[in-house]
């Protein structure tokens, strides 16, 4: 016979009972002990302490109704241990914890057994799409924080009578969105193209030719280079298609009014994945440019320096370039960047449009960016008029 015993009701401490006069039971002292510890007198030449006059016995407080198990809970937990001793039922699971497989309580659900993978998954390029999408909400998110810790001394004194001011912030915002930036890409582009395609004056020929002495004539052509435009797409930021399409009919408008045929397109996030030349440009061909670009675009993250290395690589540097970027990358004073984009770029021929998703970016995130880049910024706001 087994020698473990079952619980009872009498082995547990019941409610005092009305008999008892609302008391809770005492333990019995055991035997040979007193139930009240003998008054001891000082011995001879022993000074007794003073007793408080007033002292009052703490009185033990038991548990409230709402603290104490109900006898129903009380009979449940007999039930299951009596049950586990003689080798009953199921094995004591109160908190429903699978025994296999995922050890997180699943309460109101059935364990999954060990190995198994409930989660529906897509194919590849689904994934893809949802990783890229997860990674975008990240970076916008990771902007969003950047531009809160960029908050201007102005706005962090306003009404202490210094500084740039909350409202003097958004006037500056605003006047920056009125930023022409499609009449500053048709300038640009027609400047640079009239550079490379006229005759250079004589007394700018001399300051690079090592035979001063020797006669020229007062022009003196230069030598037969096409003008190229190379497009530089950060495919990392939060730009839709519909405004990627805005941004590349102005840029098409400027190369027609420049009379530029050529146009170097590199998609890059933290590499350039994709580039390709476009030659003998028409503005009719601009609608196969972009159906190549919104075909091959993808997210990443954002690393400018191997894009320059690769443009460095395929023969397209120091050509007039339109970087379409969120400006979220290396400071490019960092002498690390700055050995690869000065054999890539010329400040005085690049042009970096810095997109916004809206108006209420902080002026000290703008300025933030450009103290960084090389070459001329302009601002493009997403939700401007343009865009709408």
């Not at 960047?337 to 970096?352: G, H, M, N, Q, V």
Request: no cysteine; hydrophobic share 30%; net charge neutral.
């Amino acid at each position: 016979m087994s020698n473990k015993s079952k619980l009872s009701r009498l082995q547990r401490v019941s409610k005092p009972s009305d008999s008892t006069g609302g008391k809770s039971f005492e333990p019995s002292a055991g035997a040979g002990e007193e139930k009240e510890a003998k008054e001891e007198k000082p011995g001879p030449g022993t000074k007794q302490l003073p007793q408080a006059k007033d002292e009052k016995k703490v009185k033990e407080k038991g548990l409230s109704e709402e603290e104490k198990l109900s006898d129903e809970y009380v009979e449940r937990i007999i039930s299951q241990v009596n049950d586990a001793i003689e080798g009953k039922g199921k094995p004591w699971n109160i908190g429903e914890i699978p025994s296999e497989g995922d050890p997180t309580p699943n309460i109101g659900q059935p364990a999954s057994p060990l190995g198994d993978d409930s989660r529906i998954w897509t194919d590849p390029a689904a994934m893809d799409e949802q990783i890229d999408k997860l990674n975008r909400e990240a970076e916008q998110q990771a902007r969003l924080e950047d531009e809160k810790e960029q908050k201007t001394s102005g706005e962090k004194g306003v009404g202490k009578g210094k500084g740039r001011g909350r409202v003097r912030d958004r006037l500056a915002i605003e006047q920056l969105s009125k930023t022409n930036w499609a009449a500053i890409f048709e300038t640009r582009l027609k400047a640079y193209s009239t550079e490379k395609g006229s005759s250079i004056p004589y007394e700018r020929r001399l300051l690079s030719s090592p035979l001063l002495g020797r006669r020229v004539s007062s022009k003196v052509q230069k030598k037969d280079v096409l003008p190229e435009l190379n497009l530089l797409l950060d495919t990392s930021g939060s730009m839709s298609f519909k405004e990627l399409g805005i941004v590349l009919g102005e840029i098409k408008s400027a190369m027609e009014q420049a009379k530029i045929r050529v146009m170097n397109v590199f998609l890059w996030h933290d590499s350039p994945y994709e580039w390709k030349s476009f030659t003998d440009v028409k503005p009719d061909d601009f609608k196969k440019i972009s159906e190549w670009i919104m075909s091959n675009w993808k997210s990443g993250g954002t690393d400018p320096i191997p894009l320059y290395q690769k443009m460095v690589q395929v023969g397209k540097a120091k050509k007039f370039t339109i970087m379409l970027t969120d400006g979220y990358f290396v400071d490019h004073r960092s002498p690390e960047a700055k050995a690869e984009w000065t054999k890539a770029l010329d400040p005085s021929e690049t042009i970096f449009a810095i997109t916004f998703p809206s108006k209420s970016t902080p002026y000290s995130s703008w300025e933030n960016i450009t103290e960084r880049l090389p070459g001329t910024k302009i601002p493009i706001f997403l939700d401007s008029e343009k865009f709408s």
